[in-house]
């Protein structure tokens, strides 16, 4: 069985909350397993990522996981 990420299946609108780490377990799963198989979800996450850390929202060591 394969799930297909690709068409309909984009994480955008959850990608703010991912950062925030206020999604359910379940969400963050998909988010994190779709932003390692679509190049746009990933561009935009890093987008959000870094808004996210501009507005003091996340601290850096958040976002490179340490
Ligand atoms: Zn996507």
Same mark, same amino acid.
């Given at each position: 069985m394969t799930v297909d990420p /690709?068409? /309909?299946?984009?994480v955008r609108q959850l990608l703010g909350a991912y950062v925030l780490d206020a999604l359910t377990p379940g969400e963050t799963r998909r988010v994190c397993r779709h932003l390692r198989e679509c190049d746009g979800c990933a561009a935009d996450y890093v987008e959000v990522a870094e808004a996210a850390a501009l507005l003091g929202l996340v601290n850096e060591e958040d976002l490179l996981g340490e």
């Amino acid at each position: 069985m394969t799930v297909d990420p /690709g068409e /309909g299946a984009h994480v955008r609108q959850l990608l703010g909350a991912y950062v925030l780490d206020a999604l359910t377990p379940g969400e963050t799963r998909r988010v994190c397993r779709h932003l390692r198989e679509c190049d746009g979800c990933a561009a935009d996450y890093v987008e959000v990522a870094e808004a996210a850390a501009l507005l003091g929202l996340v601290n850096e060591e958040d976002l490179l996981g340490e």
